[in-house]
RNA sequence: GGGGGUUUGCCCGAGUGGUUAAAGGGGGCGGACUGUAAAUCCGCUGGCUACGCCUACAUUGGUUCGAAUCCAAUAGCCCCCA
């Protein structure tokens, strides 16, 4: 199947400045496409995960692959879809910011052999160029009056916070840098997220004015749930790649907790599962949702990728237990690799020796409850487990006995929220 | 500057001199059910050395055997007149 086709069947095609002429030119031999990353953080999540692998399909077409660390861009803010202008990131934190990026994009990427992927930063070709040859270079090519008439400013002008004149040439910056690869790589495709399609078409009206060519845009559509909330946050913040951040269970979780209605799309925007087997999740899914064969595939699958297959038979035996498998046979490593996530607090192992510890302040002490009358309460109700067994005495004494391993106690209080207790000499 | 009103537990909101830790709702937390979903149902929802004790109805003081409930002052909010 060839490229465009296969991002078509995936639904990846938002929009694109010349479908035809794309097409055209990627059947005329191998092309440079690239898309630009904001580092905001030292690590990508989801949202930008999409577009990585949005990369990779080129490049497992047999294109090259630029990806883009904006370190320029980033100094700057791109406006676009923001209600107000966002705090400007020190060097020093957009350095790291960046060196954390790239580790991750050599996992998805394929920097070496032909077709290599390259990765660029814009500060290189920015940071030297001033600001007078700037404006004279590509700011005469930008009729401010089709600036205006851009979606990303005029929100901004109608609303409060208003537009500093630092983030209206935002996509001045972006315009330059789709120019720049173009001139120095070759590079005629620029691919993004929706709401990026201003700055893309911006790039390629600079690049017919600058150099004459014909530069193409392809935008995805936005990673989305049913309802339009964007995809890859919970409550505790997005969902990273960076394990350290959000842990291969969390990881795991997030997806295998997609709704029915998101899932497939889920599949085809994310994973490289082919269009016979998700035809087949797609008919699974209709007949018995309930089984959620897409949703385990789904999170297997971006387990697998994103962590390796260790990291997803560490999120899949985490799920089993803190879903209520019996805790036995386990040694202190393995349930801290497990509960890894989880609140602890660590006690005077002779707590455990004479009376033994009360199950009451355990569960203080644990952080699982705020009063001792809370902790009463939960154990009447039947909502207290010790090692993932349920306590229904209310004096229930601990001792060393009730170990779960070497030196740990896992309580749980309700369905999910467990607390482990360490308890060293 | 003068007059009136209001202030309750996480939130909203009843309450009235004594069975009031304070109705009801929301939220939260448990449990059952379930698809680790949604909906539904049930229980709990100030603290403690816990069949008893302590702290709580803006704050402080007062009346009373006894006050969230009456009085006074203070503060916050709201409204009306100038």
């Known amino acids: 199947m060839d490229l465009i086709a296969e991002l078509q069947w995936r639904g990846l095609i938002h929009q694109c400045t010349d479908t035809e002429g794309l097409q055209k030119q990627l059947d005329s031999g191998p092309q440079t496409v690239y898309i630009g990353f904001d580092p905001t953080a030292t690590s990508l999540h989801v949202g930008s995960l999409m577009q990585l692998m949005m990369l990779r399909r080129f490049q497992q077409a047999g294109h090259r692959p630029i990806a883009l660390v904006g370190g320029a861009t980033g100094m700057i803010g791109d406006p676009t879809g923001k209600s ?12 790291a910011n960046v060196a954390g990026i790239e580790a991750q994009m050599r996992q998805f990427l394929r920097f070496e052999g032909d077709n290599a992927a390259l990765l660029l930063n814009n500060f290189d070709w920015m940071k030297g160029y001033s600001y007078l040859e700037f404006l004279r270079d590509v700011g005469k090519n930008f009729p401010v009056g089709t600036m205006m008439g851009k979606e990303s400013v005029r929100a901004r002008l109608g609303s409060e916070a208003g537009l500093s004149y630092t983030e209206f040439s935002y996509m001045l910056l972006q315009a330059y840098d789709f120019v720049y690869l173009c001139r120095e790589h070759d590079c005629l495709i620029q691919a993004g997220g929706s709401d990026q399609w201003g700055n893309v078409t911006a790039g390629i009206d600079l690049g017919r004015r600058m150099l004459g060519k014909q530069l193409f845009g392809i935008t995805a559509p936005l990673l989305t749930t049913s309802d339009g909330r964007k995809m890859g946050k919970t409550e505790k913040g997005a969902v990273w790649l960076d394990r350290s951040r959000t842990s291969p269970y969390a990881f795991y979780q997030y997806w295998i907790n997609v709704g029915d209605e998101d899932v497939l799309r889920c599949i085809a925007y994310l994973t490289e599962i082919e269009k016979e087997e998700y035809d087949q999740l797609a008919e699974a899914t209709a007949q018995d949702p309930g089984r959620r064969a897409a949703q385990k595939r789904l999170a297997e699958w971006m387990t697998g990728f994103c962590h390796g297959e260790d990291g997803l038979q560490a999120a899949l035996a985490a799920s089993k237990i803190l879903f209520g ?10 349930l801290n690799e497990i509960f890894a996530d989880v609140p602890s607090n660590d006690l005077q192992r002779d ?5 033994g510890l ?8 644990a952080g699982l409850v705020k009063s001792g009358g809370e902790a009463r309460r939960a154990i009447k109700d039947g909502g207290v487990y010790l090692n993932n067994q349920r306590v229904t005495e209310m004096d229930l004494r601990l001792s060393a006995s009730d170990l779960a391993s070497e ?19």
């Open 84 to 95: 107000e202008e966002r705090n400007l990131l020190s060097a020093d934190q957009l350095a």
């Open 325 to 334: 498998g019996a805790i036995e046979d386990m040694d202190d490593a393995g």
């Open 351 to 355: 707590s455990l020796t004479g009376e």
């Open 358 to 365: 009360w199950i009451v302040e355990a569960l203080q002490q």
């Open 407 to 425: 030196s740990v106690m896992v309580l749980r209080k309700g369905k999910r929220n467990y607390a482990l207790l360490r308890f060293a000499d």
